[in-house]
């Protein structure tokens, strides 16, 4: 398909185990980015690649939290032992350029975590 | 502070009615993006518009149409007719800048607008 996928749709860990999210984007695309969407809020910034490059991780919650794009396109978002906290939708975005103010990103249909 | 805030949390409207989606944003930019995004329940974000601040005109598409005033800092969102397949959740967003040249979205909370067949 031509859009960003994710994978897996759904996820569901116990408290403590490590997961591994996938995000591949459109063919091409320099910057790619995380956010995460906890229940009936809007998506929160996590962390931005340019490339293999990852040039801004501050939104990261803690250092459980791990993000990599090593050869610039497909990244994974890793997050180790996790809490009922981290219980979200991870949604992916990628954008032909580098980033801008006015580039549009297009997102995948995102990662759903349940962390029971 | 960048800050974006969709005061209307759900809203019901009957199929064929007119429905405005509120968006007010903060930020210390002069030169700012402004986008909405609709987000089905099938969860993917699909862009709908993007504006810039130097552009005030208002902008239609199809049954779309937005009103971006500076003045008061708003981007409000109108669906004119609406229909059945508008159901979703609508998020205004602004794009603001971040650490070593990144420009992040900051998002509103969303508006679930419901459409009554």
């Known amino acids: 398909g031509a859009g960003v996928s994710q994978s897996p749709r759904y996820k569901v860990a116990k408290r403590g185990q490590d997961v591994a999210l996938r995000c591949d984007p459109i063919?091409?695309?320099?910057?790619l980015f995380w956010y995460q969407q906890a229940l009936g809020q809007g998506p929160e910034f996590l962390t931005y690649?340019?490339?293999?490059?990852?040039?801004?991780k501050s939104g990261l919650p803690s250092d459980r939290f791990f993000a990599e794009r090593p050869e610039g396109s497909v990244s994974t978002l890793k997050i180790q032992r996790t809490q009922q906290e981290d219980s979200a939708v991870y949604l992916c975005?990628?954008?032909?350029?580098?980033?801008?103010?006015?580039?549009?990103?297009?997102f995948g249909p995102g990662t759903r975590l349940t962390v029971l | 502070a960048q800050k974006v805030t969709q005061a209307q949390t759900e809203i019901s409207v009957v199929e064929k009615e007119d429905v405005t989606l509120d968006c007010v944003y903060e930020?210390?930019?002069?030169?700012?993006?402004l986008f909405w995004y609709k987000q089905p329940p099938s969860g993917e974000l699909v862009f709908l518009i993007r504006?810039?601040?130097?552009?005030?005109q208002n902008e239609i598409s199809g049954r779309y149409s937005w009103n971006f005033q500076k003045s008061t800092s708003s981007f409000n969102f109108t669906i004119t007719a609406s229909q059945v397949v508008d159901s979703a959740v609508y998020f205004c967003?602004?794009?603001?800048?971040?650490?070593?040249?990144?420009?992040?979205?900051?998002f509103g909370k969303g508006t679930k607008l419901s459409v009554i067949p």
């Open positions: 690649f340019q490339n293999e490059a990852q040039l801004d």
């Open positions: 504006r810039n601040s130097f552009d005030e």
């Open positions: 930020t210390r930019d002069t030169t700012y993006y």
């Open positions: 975005a990628s954008s032909l350029r580098p980033s801008g103010s006015y580039n549009e990103q297009f």
């Open positions: 063919s091409g695309h320099v910057s």
């Open positions: 967003a602004l794009i603001t800048p971040g650490a070593a040249g990144s420009y992040q979205l900051t």
